[in-house]
């Protein structure tokens, strides 16, 4: 079945800093990348995704990049700011599409 | 629309003691599922659903039962409480039909501790 590394599993930042994500995959087969974002006592909350037919794509100050030949894709967030302090998850489906595996998470702290 | 709704909150249980948390979408949604969130282990599917009377078993299912009535309801069962059960549990659910390539919307969680 699908397997989801991140790394790394945290990652402590200034604020203005730009911090970089990363999440491998096994499956060569799956075509989704969803991110989720995750505050203190809070629920998981879509912040971007990608699909296999794209290599980048941004929304303000975040951007995913998708390199699928390596199996891998990353989160970039630009300019950080105290209020990006929070846990990230990565998420692949697996093998028949019906189930999302989650990363372990990247809690990220960013200092003012 | 309230989203994806959970109850209880917060719930202590004993060793042995079985008990439902709820779960319900207003969103019209074919896709839930349910996770549970441990430290350092980030979200594990328990059991999910494509449609109404459609279960299945995701990674970690022993333990728990579920079933799908309506589309609006995905409840969960804890047959016989263990320790190892403690943890925080999350509904999601998902436009998605039968292939999960859409946003899960998450409901607030249930934070349950068994001793």
């Known amino acids: 079945g699908e397997n989801v590394e991140q790394h790394p599993s945290t990652l402590s930042v200034q604020e203005g800093d730009s911090a970089v994500i990363k999440c491998t995959y096994s499956d060569s087969a799956s075509n989704y990348f969803p991110w989720y974002k995750q505050e203190l006592g809070k629920r998981p909350q879509l912040i971007i995704d990608i699909r296999s037919n794209v290599g980048e794509k941004k929304d303000q100050r975040i951007a995913v990049t998708l390199n699928k030949t390596a199996k891998h894709f990353s989160l970039h967030i630009t300019e950080t700011q105290p209020e990006d302090s929070a846990v990230y998850f990565c998420?692949?489906?697996?093998?028949?599409?019906?189930?999302?595996?989650f990363g372990t998470g990247t809690r990220l702290l960013v200092s003012p | 629309n309230a989203g994806v709704t959970q109850t209880p909150k917060f719930q202590v249980l004993k060793t042995g003691q079985s008990m439902t948390l709820q779960c319900a979408q207003d969103?019209?949604?074919?896709?839930m599922s349910w996770y549970r969130q441990d430290p350092g282990m980030g979200l594990r599917l328990i059991h999910y659903s494509v449609g109404a009377g459609i279960t299945d078993q995701g990674e970690v299912p022993n333990g728990y039962n579920v079933s799908r009535s309506t589309t609006e309801d995905f409840p969960l069962r804890l047959l016989s409480a263990a320790p190892s059960q403690t943890s925080v549990y999350f509904c999601?659910?998902?436009?998605?039909?039968?292939?999960?390539?859409?946003?899960?919307?998450f409901g607030p969680g249930t934070r349950l501790l068994v001793l």
């Open positions: 999601a659910s998902s436009a998605s039909g039968g292939v999960i390539q859409e946003t899960q919307y």
């Open positions: 998420a692949a489906p697996n093998t028949g599409f019906q189930k999302l595996v």
């Open positions: 969103m019209n949604h074919e896709y």
